[in-house]
């Protein structure tokens, strides 16, 4: 298993708000202590056999948000990062963690990138970029970023389906599957979920923000619920295997939705989803062979084979 941190505020003594809560900035006088803080938070988990392979600056650095928050400009972003937070990881020994900027969503991911890769020493700081989903597909950011910046990573760090959509459970894992599709299409690297088990409210949360999440626990039946988007979610991380390489592929409609994989063991890995209300017939060719394949409305199915 590999770990993501990201912090969501500073203490609040470090602020110039003085609480964690509803944005606020670091104070200039804090800088090397937070990125201290940070570095001791990574080598204490550590210590308990659990090592952070990668740390984002900040949880959506541009939102001020009733929960735990800070902002920082792209500006203010890449000099913490770069000056402060990547000095510091290194000098603990803790070299080998990726740094991430952004952290917040695609709609942005390109401007931003730009605006904190001015530098040298910036490029060489920041191993790649962080985003969410909740500005929409945008899917053309993340193939702009990486074309722009084929040596950086571009991980998904955060979707969530909210609360007031748990009436539609197919609809909310299609929503997961589109996205993760769209996304790898685009470049991305690696997806996380935001939350992997929740209880049946949805929580728990400290300011109600209540979600849904692959299983989630009736606390007051013990009955464990696994949700559709389990299950969605599984033909990506079932049957993608880690090193594997992302291949061409082509639709005849855009009824079908896909990505295609080839894995170390030399299969070929197709995900296709379709989100409609209808069928489709297909099929699945690859060189000189083919095989004659039909997917009902609302279905998920992956195909693995060799040639």
Not at 4 to 26: I, Q, R, V, Y
Not at 118 to 142: P, R, V
């Amino acid at each position: 298993i590999k770990f993501l941190a990201s912090p969501w505020s500073p203490p609040a003594f470090m602020k110039d708000t003085k609480e964690m809560n509803h944005g606020g900035k670091l104070l200039p006088e804090y800088k090397k202590a937070w990125a201290s803080y940070i570095a001791k938070y990574i080598e204490e988990y550590k210590k308990e056999g659990i090592d952070i392979s990668m740390l984002t600056v900040q949880n959506e650095p541009n939102a001020t948000q009733r929960w735990d928050s800070c902002t920082y400009t792209a500006e203010e972003e890449s000099d913490f990062g770069t000056n402060y937070l990547v000095p510091e990881l290194e000098e603990k020994g803790l070299e080998s963690v990726k740094v991430l900027f952004w952290d917040h969503n695609k709609d942005n991911v390109i401007h931003r990138a730009e605006k904190e890769l001015k530098t040298k020493k910036s490029l060489d700081a920041f191993s790649g970029i962080a985003f969410h989903w909740y500005s929409g597909d945008h899917f053309e950011q993340i193939r702009m970023f990486k074309e722009k910046y084929p040596d950086k990573i571009a991980v998904f760090t955060e979707g969530c389906i909210e609360k007031h959509q748990f009436k539609t459970p197919v609809k909310n894992a299609e929503r997961y599957a589109h996205d993760i599709i769209g996304n790898i299409n685009g470049g991305m690297d690696a997806f996380i979920d935001w939350n992997l088990y929740l209880d049946e409210n949805g929580g728990p949360n400290h300011v109600g923000n209540f979600c849904s999440a692959p299983i989630q626990g009736n606390t007051e039946t013990d009955e464990i619920i696994y949700n559709p988007s389990y299950y969605y979610i599984g033909h990506f991380s079932k049957f993608i295997p880690v090193g594997s390489k992302r291949i061409g592929v082509s639709r005849f409609t855009d009824t079908l939705e896909t990505v295609a994989f080839l894995t170390p063991d030399n299969e070929r890995v197709v995900v296709v989803l379709n989100r409609s209300d209808n069928g489709c017939k297909f099929r699945l060719c690859e060189q000189d062979r083919f095989s004659e394949q039909t997917i009902s409305p609302h279905t998920i199915k992956t195909y693995i084979y060799k040639i």
